[in-house]
Protein backbone atom coordinates (compact mmCIF):
# COMPACT_ATOMS: atom_id res chain seq x y z
CA UNK A 1 0.00 0.00 0.00
CA UNK A 2 0.89 3.23 -0.51
CA UNK A 3 1.68 5.71 1.79
CA UNK A 4 -0.93 7.75 3.12
CA UNK A 5 -1.30 11.30 1.78
CA UNK A 6 0.80 10.22 -1.20
CA UNK A 7 -0.44 10.08 -4.57
CA UNK A 8 -1.12 6.77 -5.57
CA UNK A 9 -1.94 5.70 -1.50
CA UNK A 10 -3.62 2.55 -0.84
CA UNK A 11 -2.56 1.28 -4.51
CA UNK A 12 -1.64 -2.19 -5.01
CA UNK A 13 1.17 -2.51 -7.42
CA UNK A 14 2.29 -5.70 -8.44
CA UNK A 15 5.79 -6.16 -10.96
CA UNK A 16 5.95 -9.25 -12.44
CA UNK A 17 10.28 -9.96 -12.96
CA UNK A 18 12.64 -8.59 -10.78
CA UNK A 19 15.67 -8.38 -13.81
CA UNK A 20 16.65 -4.44 -14.56
CA UNK A 21 13.07 -3.33 -15.86
CA UNK A 22 11.08 -4.65 -13.07
CA UNK A 23 13.64 -3.63 -10.00
CA UNK A 24 14.01 0.22 -11.63
CA UNK A 25 10.32 0.74 -12.20
CA UNK A 26 9.49 -0.38 -8.60
CA UNK A 27 12.76 2.02 -7.58
CA UNK A 28 10.65 4.69 -9.53
CA UNK A 29 7.50 4.04 -7.73
CA UNK A 30 9.05 3.74 -4.43
CA UNK A 31 9.96 7.18 -4.98
CA UNK A 32 6.52 8.69 -5.49
CA UNK A 33 5.51 7.16 -2.72
CA UNK A 34 3.76 3.88 -4.22
CA UNK A 35 4.67 0.99 -2.77
CA UNK A 36 5.25 -2.17 -4.99
CA UNK A 37 5.69 -5.63 -4.22
CA UNK A 38 8.25 -7.77 -7.36
CA UNK A 39 7.78 -11.12 -8.00
CA UNK A 40 10.18 -12.75 -8.88
CA UNK A 41 10.11 -16.53 -10.31
CA UNK A 42 13.74 -17.29 -9.27
CA UNK A 43 15.16 -17.80 -6.05
CA UNK A 44 17.32 -14.72 -5.69
CA UNK A 45 18.16 -11.63 -8.08
CA UNK A 46 20.49 -12.81 -10.97
CA UNK A 47 21.19 -11.70 -14.40
CA UNK A 48 22.57 -12.58 -17.24
CA UNK A 49 26.43 -12.53 -18.01
CA UNK A 50 25.77 -9.86 -20.89
CA UNK A 51 26.46 -6.45 -21.25
CA UNK A 52 24.03 -3.52 -21.48
CA UNK A 53 24.27 -0.21 -23.02
CA UNK A 54 22.40 3.35 -22.20
CA UNK A 55 22.13 5.74 -24.33
CA UNK A 56 22.13 9.45 -23.42
CA UNK A 57 17.61 9.54 -23.61
CA UNK A 58 17.54 6.31 -21.60
CA UNK A 59 20.07 7.97 -18.76
CA UNK A 60 17.86 11.29 -18.72
CA UNK A 61 14.90 8.50 -17.84
CA UNK A 62 16.75 7.32 -15.22
CA UNK A 63 17.29 10.55 -13.69
CA UNK A 64 13.32 11.36 -13.78
CA UNK A 65 12.57 8.27 -12.15
CA UNK A 66 14.86 8.38 -9.42
CA UNK A 67 18.06 9.64 -9.32
CA UNK A 68 20.06 6.79 -7.45
CA UNK A 69 19.05 4.71 -10.31
CA UNK A 70 21.13 6.77 -12.65
CA UNK A 71 23.74 6.85 -9.99
CA UNK A 72 23.82 3.23 -9.71
CA UNK A 73 24.77 3.00 -13.09
CA UNK A 74 27.31 5.17 -12.79
CA UNK A 75 29.21 3.11 -10.42
CA UNK A 76 29.65 0.19 -12.44
CA UNK A 77 29.53 2.01 -16.30
CA UNK A 78 32.49 1.36 -18.61
CA UNK A 79 33.05 4.23 -21.18
CA UNK A 80 32.92 2.61 -24.87
CA UNK A 81 36.49 3.52 -26.56
CA UNK A 82 34.55 5.71 -28.67
CA UNK A 83 31.89 8.54 -28.83
CA UNK A 84 30.45 7.21 -31.83
CA UNK A 85 27.24 4.56 -32.82
CA UNK A 86 28.03 2.55 -35.87
CA UNK A 87 25.87 0.13 -37.58
CA UNK A 88 27.86 -2.76 -39.48
CA UNK A 89 26.81 -4.78 -42.58
CA UNK A 90 27.52 -8.49 -40.78
CA UNK A 91 25.59 -10.17 -43.72
CA UNK A 92 26.93 -8.75 -47.01
CA UNK A 93 30.05 -10.30 -47.53
CA UNK A 94 31.62 -13.55 -48.65
CA UNK A 95 33.28 -15.91 -46.48
CA UNK A 96 36.49 -15.49 -48.36
CA UNK A 97 36.68 -11.66 -48.57
CA UNK A 98 38.30 -9.86 -46.01
CA UNK A 99 36.76 -6.28 -45.28
CA UNK A 100 37.00 -3.74 -43.10
CA UNK A 101 35.22 -2.21 -40.98
CA UNK A 102 34.87 1.02 -42.95
CA UNK A 103 34.20 -0.95 -46.23
CA UNK A 104 31.32 -2.47 -43.88
CA UNK A 105 29.89 0.57 -42.29
CA UNK A 106 26.54 1.54 -42.85
CA UNK A 107 26.02 4.46 -40.36
CA UNK A 108 27.53 6.72 -37.88
CA UNK A 109 25.87 8.37 -35.61
CA UNK A 110 28.16 10.95 -32.93
CA UNK A 111 26.74 10.30 -29.46
CA UNK A 112 28.64 13.34 -27.68
CA UNK A 113 31.63 12.85 -25.59
CA UNK A 114 30.63 10.01 -22.94
CA UNK A 115 27.03 9.51 -24.81
CA UNK A 116 27.06 5.70 -24.74
CA UNK A 117 28.21 3.84 -22.02
CA UNK A 118 27.52 0.40 -20.87
CA UNK A 119 27.98 -2.12 -17.96
CA UNK A 120 28.03 -5.56 -17.23
CA UNK A 121 23.91 -6.44 -16.56
CA UNK A 122 24.81 -8.24 -13.29
CA UNK A 123 26.34 -5.24 -11.92
CA UNK A 124 23.90 -2.41 -13.01
CA UNK A 125 20.77 -5.27 -10.88
CA UNK A 126 23.08 -5.58 -7.91
CA UNK A 127 23.69 -1.83 -7.54
CA UNK A 128 19.94 -1.20 -8.06
CA UNK A 129 18.65 -4.66 -5.72
CA UNK A 130 20.57 -2.55 -2.64
CA UNK A 131 18.24 0.14 -2.85
CA UNK A 132 14.78 -2.15 -2.84
CA UNK A 133 13.39 -2.61 0.58
CA UNK A 134 13.70 -6.72 1.23
CA UNK A 135 9.35 -6.24 2.35
CA UNK A 136 8.87 -5.57 -1.38
CA UNK A 137 10.01 -8.57 -3.27
CA UNK A 138 8.88 -12.05 -3.19
CA UNK A 139 10.95 -14.94 -4.44
CA UNK A 140 9.67 -18.06 -6.56
CA UNK A 141 6.77 -16.32 -7.80
CA UNK A 142 6.13 -17.50 -11.58
CA UNK A 143 3.23 -15.97 -13.16
CA UNK A 144 0.82 -18.75 -14.71
CA UNK A 145 -1.86 -16.18 -15.52
CA UNK A 146 -4.69 -13.50 -15.05
CA UNK A 147 -8.19 -12.27 -14.96
CA UNK A 148 -9.56 -9.29 -16.57
CA UNK A 149 -10.64 -7.15 -13.47
CA UNK A 150 -13.83 -8.12 -11.67
CA UNK A 151 -16.95 -6.30 -10.26
CA UNK A 152 -14.05 -4.86 -7.53
CA UNK A 153 -12.31 -3.91 -10.38
CA UNK A 154 -8.84 -5.25 -9.15
CA UNK A 155 -7.01 -8.46 -11.35
CA UNK A 156 -6.49 -12.20 -9.99
CA UNK A 157 -2.90 -12.80 -10.65
CA UNK A 158 -2.30 -16.46 -10.27
CA UNK A 159 1.56 -18.23 -9.42
CA UNK A 160 2.52 -21.83 -10.54
CA UNK A 161 2.40 -22.50 -6.62
CA UNK A 162 -0.97 -22.16 -6.78
CA UNK A 163 -1.12 -18.63 -4.65
CA UNK A 164 -2.69 -16.01 -6.01
CA UNK A 165 -2.52 -12.03 -5.08
CA UNK A 166 -5.28 -9.41 -6.35
CA UNK A 167 -4.07 -6.43 -7.63
CA UNK A 168 -4.85 -2.80 -8.98
CA UNK A 169 -2.17 -2.65 -11.35
CA UNK A 170 -0.01 -6.03 -12.86
CA UNK A 171 3.27 -5.07 -14.89
CA UNK A 172 4.98 -8.36 -16.29
CA UNK A 173 7.18 -9.06 -19.00
CA UNK A 174 8.28 -12.52 -19.67
CA UNK A 175 11.87 -12.11 -21.95
CA UNK A 176 11.05 -12.72 -25.24
CA UNK A 177 9.41 -16.17 -24.74
CA UNK A 178 6.25 -15.97 -26.49
CA UNK A 179 5.08 -19.82 -24.40
CA UNK A 180 5.45 -17.71 -21.42
CA UNK A 181 4.32 -14.14 -22.40
CA UNK A 182 0.99 -13.63 -20.85
CA UNK A 183 1.46 -9.95 -21.39
CA UNK A 184 3.60 -7.26 -22.38
CA UNK A 185 1.38 -4.01 -21.28
CA UNK A 186 0.04 -2.79 -18.15
CA UNK A 187 -3.21 -4.78 -16.72
CA UNK A 188 -5.09 -2.39 -15.10
CA UNK A 189 -8.51 -3.38 -12.31
Not at 12 to 40: F, H, K, M, N, W
Not at 155 to 174: K, Y
Amino acid sequence: MGSQGQPGAGLDVSIIGGGIAGVTLALGLLARGIIPIVYERAESFREVGAGIGFTPNSERAMKVLDPRIHAAFKRVTVQNGTDWFMWMDGFSRKDDEMQSDEDNLIHKMYLGERGFEGCHRADFLEELIKMMPKDTIRFRKSLDSYNDPGDDGRVRLRFTDGSTVDTDVGMARCRNDPEKNLTNKPVYG
